[in-house]
């Protein structure tokens, strides 16, 4: 079975909208705007891309990421690997950064599954709730940020639901006050 890891940039009160700019939120950009940046912090980012063999995304990042990721250097790990998009409204992938459409939890827990390494969800806020609340998820990579934001997108959800006990497998301070917090859901 394939490991399925949320892999979240989040504050410390788990909002995790808007981490890098994307308009319309009122606090847009936070991940650079309002901490100083340390380079140390995002050691896990790169390593997520050598280590994951799939990416899955929720309709509303893969729409955000396929227009600008495929240009980007920085994620040719991501490019080069497969995508999938969880999506009950898309009609199709989009040819400049295609990806499988797969259409219900059900198909999420198909794919974990199949032979593979690791697969990544990377932003996809509600996609990561409902795949928490599904018993989906194996493994967290957390950045936390030293801020408190209010409103927003939250990492996990507000369900009615048994306790998810998380063992602590990797964490790190930052001289930014950033925090690493990788955890693994306990079975």
């Known amino acids: ?11 410390l009160d788990g909002v995790m909208e808007a981490p890098g700019g994307e308009p319309g939120y009122r606090n847009a950009g936070w991940t650079f705007t309002d901490i100083e940046f340390d380079e ?12 994951a063999a799939a990416l899955l995304l929720g309709r509303r990042s893969y729409e955000a990421f396929a227009p600008v990721w495929p240009t980007m250097e920085d994620f040719a790990g991501y490019n080069a690997m ?3 998009v969880v999506s009950t409204t898309l009609d199709g992938d989009d040819s400049r950064w295609p990806a499988t459409v797969l259409r219900s939890l059900d198909d999420v827990a198909a794919l974990k599954e199949t032979e ?10 509600t996609l990561g709730r409902a795949l928490a609340d599904a018993g989906l998820v ?8 030293p801020l ?6 939250r990492l996990f959800s507000d369900s009615d639901k048994d306790a998810t006990v998380l063992t ?3 964490h790190e301070v930052y ?4 925090q690493k917090q990788v955890f693994d859901v306990r079975r």
């Open 1 to 11: 079975m394939r490991t399925l890891i949320v892999t979240a940039f989040v504050s």
């Open 40 to 51: 140390a912090a995002y050691e896990i980012k790169g390593r997520e891309q050598g280590e």
């Open 82 to 84: 497969p995508r999938y």
């Open 116 to 125: 593979g390494g690791p697969i990544l969800v990377h932003g996809s806020a």
């Open 138 to 145: 194996d493994r967290y990579h957390l950045l936390v940020f």
């Open 148 to 153: 408190l934001l209010g409103a927003g997108l």
């Open 168 to 170: 602590l497998v990797e």
């Open 175 to 178: 001289g930014n006050g950033v």
